[in-house]
């Protein structure tokens, strides 16, 4: 991944990075992110890229894609449950009384 602009904080603590710095994929939670919302067929070729350049760095980008989709999966679920047990509480006692 290569930065193309930032943003710098003002934080007592923070990356600071430059425009045109280098960071595998998978060592930023942004890279991670970029990976689990990229299609598969973009993933395969960056996979199959990583290979042919550097065998380890390809088996640390498998591992940290396979941990980023099981972990966008589980928080995806979790929103969804949050979402449903919200709207049946918004919901309760307002069906007809026939309906109860």
């Given at each position: ?8 904080s ?72 949050r ?18």
């Amino acid at each position: 991944m290569i930065y193309v602009e930032v943003c710098r904080s003002s934080a007592a603590l923070s990356l600071s990075l430059q425009v045109g710095a280098r960071m595998q994929l998978a060592g930023s939670a942004i890279g991670r992110a970029y990976l689990v919302r990229a299609t598969e067929q973009e993933r395969k070729d960056i996979l199959s890229r990583s290979l042919e350049l550097d065998e380890e760095a390809y088996q640390n980008l498998r591992q940290a894609l396979d941990k980023a989709l099981r972990d966008h999966e589980q928080i995806w679920l979790h929103y969804l449950v949050r979402r449903l047990a919200e709207g049946r509480q918004r919901h309760r006692g307002r069906l007809p009384a026939d309906r109860r």
